[in-house]
């Protein structure tokens, strides 16, 4: 049995939808089919979500809501009308429109998750009338049935164990069964999304409740490359990434899949394969627990812009018992995560996301807080950087790679703000000036990719 | 005006005093003689300082000491005769060692500390009247005199600030100044010893305080050498070195000069030369703020053993604000310094001096404590880890550094545990396990310094 996930795009119009239809007829093995809500049909278009996000604050302040609900119901009745669909689904949908929009929540919060998530809901209500009226019985199902259950904590959307067992239930269904998406329910019934992206959670979440041989995830994309196809012109393709590696390449920009979607896969070890709706005869890229080797020693270069470093100097550091985790708890006490911590002699680096900071005034405060709690020599900070991810399981030395990656990187005349390995043997990881970046990947690319790899032993 | 430190070996028996006061009375700038204890005449020899540690131990426990005693005051007999010095500085010295021992002390660590303090404080006396009786006007002077003070923190002794202020009259006295080293007085007048080998320090803060152009450490070897002579045979000698090279160096291993001598030498920018008192006429080394370029990119390799690492890995570690500042908590609870911080992804890992636990049962307890308190998926150590530490100015770019150091490390099949580079753009820091130490050094010592050296920019 196969869980089948579509993204945004794949759902964007009536011929999309019919490809999806396609693709899920002609495999009786597929029948779990996940639907995000419909995303852009050009890059100019936007995203309903988008659309539902504006809803949501015009409908808080009491702003007209006119034309930002009739674009809405417009992308759903377009659909419809050009998939020729019966009455019954169009008042559905406006029905749920209606409710949604005159209903009374306790806080915004709750006004926003309920209006994101009608993007999927109404969809996946769409998705399974089209599939019906077409002959292949279908039925709905939302996390309120399925008891897809879920909390919030620290503004992250985590699945509660119990879920599990109750998606079990699902598999006695005998029409394929069309899912929502991108939320649950909270224990008091309040649907609450996942972070943006997260209908490929959902898809994890029920593949690994209904024991799933595979799960699906179908994007727009022939398969996942082996860098940003933005940087370098037509990368290869990856036709197997072990799951270790599409987390670390995840990590650091590797966005095809949600990153928080491997864990449930991970856990019940099913394999991911991400396809492309519009040539699923391609293999796309599959994500499992082993894989074979392949032709390269690397598996993928990955990048991510917006970090900074915080430098703390202080001589003997290294003598004073907590020092570092004084700098930490300074940092956690403003929620600031910090994502790497290297150290020289006498100097600690704390590395994190730069969005992190409301404003310039925030983080001057800060490294003041820092430069006095510490008693420090000196506090410095350094913007605009960017970290580089070099992943396989296939490096035969990871001392090897490392030093074919920075030959690479010191011949381009490219510096290096940070070098990170701690006990990852399949990666490695550095920080650079993000003006470098793209000079960088094309570097590390052609170096790992182009050439004959030999690397010594 | 410079002032003159001496080791240990430097001072062990009469033919060594000689040497002392020969180079002194060569150089009529050398006002300022600081003296360690009498240390081993031949390698099978026992330090005066150990033969004083056994001593307080059995003061305070009540054993017998005529035997450890007698071998203390045979060692300044022995010297004291040999110099052919006259009965006063005898008497002197059998009165010193008297009321030590019979003097009431508040603690164990108050009778400790004044044991340690008089092996350097008889051989101050000793040195003094020895250079008297030679026709070298000299004065010994205590830190109580001079008002030489400290305090103990965490373990570890400091100078407090108003000690430089009173070090500046000694420049008013006549003769030379012999000044016992390893040792100050805390604000109740009790003697505290700095960490062993403190005698440097006292130095540095003689050459602070009293605005010495040079600060000269005497000691056993030619030069500090690029490399540690028992792994390879004969290094090159290094001429000159800044004092940030020389803090990374101490700091993996090379213990020519007490890391601690550095600061007071750095705050006041006093150079320092370390000389050999058996060839003084070699030039040693020099330490100072800059240096001009030498025929090394990099210009020494050190290594330290004696480190462990705890690793804690939990998926999506990175999205729990806090995480690394609760690990870090945990640790300095237990009093447990850390080092280094090498991150991966989803992973942490401490990197910390195994000396500090004080059995296993210990160790067992932590990872535990860490697991369960962090909720990790999984807490592992490793044991028997060297640092390995490329140090340089003349580094072109760290990058390149980096990139030939590691192709030679590839070569050699020796396996990184860990990289660290933070903000020092003079040095690199490599985790490698104890066993391949030797190898390591070897391999990098080959590249850097044997080979013609080419950095690509």
Redesign the interface.
């Known amino acids: 049995m196969k869980i089948t996930k579509f993204g945004g795009s794949s759902l964007a119009n009536a011929k999309q939808i019919r490809k999806v239809f396609d693709i899920i007829k002609s495999d009786s093995d597929r029948k779990v089919v996940v639907v995000s809500a419909p995303g852009k049909r050009f890059s100019s278009d936007t995203k309903i979500t988008d659309n539902l996000i504006t809803l949501a604050k015009q409908v808080q302040t009491g702003q007209d809501i006119e034309e930002t609900l009739s674009a809405i119901k417009e992308r759903y009745m377009s659909i419809i009308k050009e998939l020729d669909l019966d009455q019954k689904i169009k008042d559905q949908l406006e029905k749920n429109l209606k409710k949604m929009i005159t209903a009374s929540y306790s806080s915004y919060e709750q006004l926003l998750n309920a209006f994101k998530a009608s993007g999927e809901d109404n969809n996946a209500q769409l998705v399974a009338a089209y599939f019906n009226e077409n002959g292949l019985p279908a039925k709905y199902v939302s996390p309120e049935e399925a008891g897809l259950y879920v909390c919030a904590q620290?503004g992250?959307t985590r699945v509660l164990p119990e879920t599990y067992a109750n998606l079990e239930q699902l598999s006695q269904t005998q029409e394929r069964i069309v899912f929502p998406g991108f939320f649950g329910i909270s224990k008091d019934k309040q649907r609450v999304t996942f972070s943006r992206g997260g209908s490929d959670i959902t898809g994890a979440i029920l593949a690994k409740g209904l024991k799933a041989d595979l799960y699906e995830n179908f994007t727009d994309v022939d398969a996942i490359f082996a860098a940003n196809p933005q940087i370098v012109g037509q990368p290869k393709k990856i036709n197997h990434l072990t799951y270790q590696e599409m987390?670390?390449l995840s990590?650091a920009g590797f966005s095809v899949l949600h990153?928080?979607a491997l864990?449930p896969a991970i856990m019940a070890d099913i394999p991911i394969r991400v396809k492309n709706t519009n040539k699923p005869e391609l293999p796309g890229t599959l994500i499992s627990k082993t894989r074979s080797e392949n032709d390269y020693h690397i598996t993928g270069i990955a990048s991510s812009r917006g970090f900074m470093?915080i430098?703390i100097a202080k001589?003997?550091m290294?003598?004073?018992?907590?020092f570092?985790?004084?700098a930490?708890?300074i940092?956690?006490e403003h929620?600031?995560?910090?994502?790497?911590?290297?150290?020289?002699?006498?100097?600690?680096?704390l590395i994190l996301r730069s969005d992190q900071f409301k404003s310039a005034a925030d983080e001057k405060a800060l490294l003041q807080e820092l430069q006095e709690k510490l008693n420090a020599d000196k506090v410095y900070q350094?913007k605009e950087l960017a970290l580089l991810m070099i992943v396989g399981e296939g490096m035969i030395?990871?001392?090897?790679t490392?030093?074919?990656?920075?030959?690479a990187?010191?011949?381009t005349?490219?510096?290096?703000?940070?070098?990170?390995?701690?006990?990852?043997e399949i990666?490695?990881?550095f920080g650079i000036a993000a003006a470098d970046e793209s000079r960088a990947i094309t570097a590390l690319y052609e170096t790992f990719f182009k050439a004959e790899v030999s690397?010594?032993?």
Chains 1, 2 share one sequence.
């Open positions: 620290n992250h987390r670390e990590y990153h928080e864990r470093s430098s001589y003997l290294n003598e004073e018992v907590g570092g985790a004084r930490l708890n940092m956690a929620n600031l995560s910090v994502e790497h911590i290297p150290t020289g002699i006498d100097e600690i680096t350094e030395s990871t001392v090897g490392a030093a074919k990656a920075m030959a990187l010191a011949q005349g490219i510096n290096l703000k940070m070098i990170d390995q701690g006990s990852s990666s490695m990881l690397v010594e032993k």
